[in-house]
């Protein structure tokens, strides 16, 4: 299958499954870069590269649908506390191991985030 194909299938498939996807890209990425890298190189890059569940995703997103339309129930809004908690614990992470990396690649983490093509901590 060519490139060309693979990006006309990709661009087919829902937004849960396209990230799904791209996850699973970065994954194969890195085991190949891993056998490459150190082994706490590819540690840190494994933890970079991972993204929120989608099922997560979609909850939040519904989640902050209702609110912002103010249609949020009691239980529904401490769900929604719980799941930002979980996401800034991901982004927490992410944050830590990019600063690791930068650390012991000797760089600074934006010179680190631009090698490796991150643009933002956006994570919903």
């Given at each position: 299958m060519s490139l060309d194909?693979?990006?006309q299938a990709a661009n087919q498939l829902d937004e849960a499954d396209l990230d799904l996807l791209l996850q699973q890209v970065v994954v194969l990425r890195v085991h190949r870069k891993a056998n490459t890298l150190p082994q706490e190189e590819a540690e840190l890059l494994?933890?970079?590269n991972q993204g929120i569940d989608p099922e997560l995703r979609?909850?939040?997103?519904a989640l902050r649908t209702k609110r912002e339309?103010?249609?949020l129930t009691d239980a529904e809004y401490k769900t929604l506390i719980q799941l930002?908690?979980?996401i800034e614990q991901v982004g927490?992470?992410?944050l830590e191991a990019?600063?690791?990396?930068?650390q012991l690649r000797q760089v600074s983490v934006a010179e680190l985030m631009e090698t490796l093509g991150i643009q933002s901590f956006t994570y919903v």
């Open positions: 194909e693979l990006i494994q933890k970079i979609a909850q939040y997103q339309a103010e249609t930002s908690s979980q927490a992470q992410r990019l600063a690791n990396l930068a």
